[in-house]
T-cell receptor
Framework: DAGVIQSPRHEVTEMGQEVTLRCKPISGHNSLFWYRQTMMRGLELLIYFNNNVPIDDSGMPEDRFSAKMPNASFSTLKIQPSEPRDSAVYFC???????????FGPGTRLTVL | QKEVEQNSGPLSVPEGAIASLNCTYSDRGSQSFFWYRQYSGKSPELIMFIYSNGDKEDGRFTAQLNKASQYVSLLIRDSQPSDSATYLCAAQGEPGTYKYIFGTGTRLKVLA
């Protein structure tokens, strides 16, 4: 049974470039979460979707960040333009009905030079 | 600001000892609590969850919840070097709120 799939696993880009991170949740899960993890701030929730609808985006740091979930099996997190302070590990997680027990993907390590 | 507090550690225990990891939370409305283990460079992995006051045991792990004191703990019995990792505590709000608030984690080192 496949877990949460994220791509790319590593991304190195230059300041000002657009970055798109991708996530495929566990089949049958109806909630999807995007997190960012840094040494300084720990694991922060950026946005979460329920049944493909964004429910809470209060953690999105600024307008440079956007997320979409066009269908139940795919979500993207886009940063445009990227800045060095966006460097972090970005995790996607999904959960089933009821929203408990989130399962994390392997993460995307983003480095913005 | 809803918060989950954990001591960052490192907490060092000898192999075979009991490791005790603690967590406090600020939102009295939080209903469910989760412990994740994260190895360096890896993603968080769910170990246990607890909803009711008291103890919940699963193998070498015991989660303890005291809602009156807003306190959650994780005990690891017979600690092994492979348990060395960062342990993240998370609190979930009232039913229907899918958000977790994560603590910053406690780094555990089990010494062989």
């Amino acid at each position: 049974d496949a877990g949460v799939i994220q791509s790319p696993r590593h991304e190195v880009t230059e300041m000002g470039q657009e970055v798109t991170l991708r996530c495929k949740p566990i089949s049958g899960h109806n909630s999807l979460f995007w997190y960012r993890q840094t040494m300084m701030r720990g694991l922060e929730l950026l946005i979460y979707f329920n049944n493909n609808v964004p429910i809470d985006d209060s953690g999105m740091p600024e307008d440079r960040f956007s997320a979409k979930m066009p269908n139940a099996s795919f979500s993207t997190l886009k940063i445009q333009p990227s800045e060095p302070r966006d460097s972090a590990v970005y995790f996607c997680a999904s959960s089933g009905q009821g929203g408990n027990e989130q399962f994390f993907g392997p993460g995307t390590r983003l480095t913005v030079l | 600001q809803k918060e989950v507090e954990q001591n960052s550690g490192p907490l060092s225990v000898p192999e075979g000892a009991i490791a005790s990891l603690n967590c406090t939370y600020s939102d009295r409305g939080s209903q469910s609590f989760f412990w994740y283990r994260q190895y360096s460079g890896k993603s968080p992995e769910l170990i246990m969850f607890i909803y009711s006051n008291g103890d919940k045991e699963d193998g070498r792990f015991t989660a303890q919840l005291n809602k009156a004191s807003q306190y959650v703990s994780l005990l690891i019995r017979d600690s092994q070097p492979s348990d060395s990792a960062t342990y993240l505590c998370a609190a979930q709000g009232e039913p229907g709120t899918y958000k977790y608030i994560f603590g910053t984690g406690t780094r555990l080192k089990v010494l062989a």
